[in-house]
């Protein structure tokens, strides 16, 4: 049986109108705070506490060792000369299953973040409505042609086995 794909409240949706970028004012703080978010929601869901993420991070990423101090500081609203590393997000984002710290970014670079499988959908929809158009345009063409010359070309068409 298929899974049922589960919408994220915190992902954007493909079809959404586009909104005008984000602010950069205040990036720093909508980063601290889509992490706690983040980390809340793995305790929560999950069942992943601070130390489990930052041990399956440090796995994942065996070149950067992350600690649950890290993670603790990073969120610290007292330890604002302290950043979350941008080379750890697609650790956390693999661990926690979340990407609203990913789409907090692109927002504020005025990109949109969308799952592979959306975007697949979307290159899908797109081909079905050109393919479309393409058979309207052949009604359409084939409604002016004179009958004769429909007929020479429907006989062309099927003698090269099309």
């Known amino acids: 049986m298929a899974r049922r794909p589960i919408h ?3 992902q954007a949706n493909f079809f959404d109108l586009p909104q005008p970028p984000a602010s950069l004012a205040g990036f ?8 706690v978010e983040t980390l809340a929601v793995a305790r929560e869901a999950k069942g992943l506490d601070r130390f489990a993420v930052a041990a399956e991070m440090s796995r994942l990423d ?4 992350i600690s649950k101090a890290m993670l603790d500081r ?4 007292s330890a604002e000369e302290w950043r979350f590393p941008l080379e750890s997000l697609p650790a956390l984002i693999r661990v926690t299953d979340d990407a609203r710290l990913l789409t907090v970014v692109a927002e504020a670079c005025d990109h949109r973040v969308v799952p592979s499988e959306a975007a697949a959908l979307g290159e899908l929809m797109m081909l079905e ?4 158009r393409i058979r309207e345009r052949k009604e359409a063409l ?8 429909l007929a020479w070309a429907e006989r062309e068409a099927a003698r090269r086995g099309r």
Do not use: N, W
């Open 8 to 10: 994220d409240p915190a």
């Open 28 to 35: 720093g703080l909508r980063l601290r705070e889509a992490l």
């Open 62 to 65: 065996p070149d950067r060792e």
């Open 74 to 77: 990073y969120c610290a609203p």
């Open 129 to 132: 409505l050109k393919e479309k």
């Open 142 to 149: 084939k409604r002016s042609l004179p009958q004769g010359a």
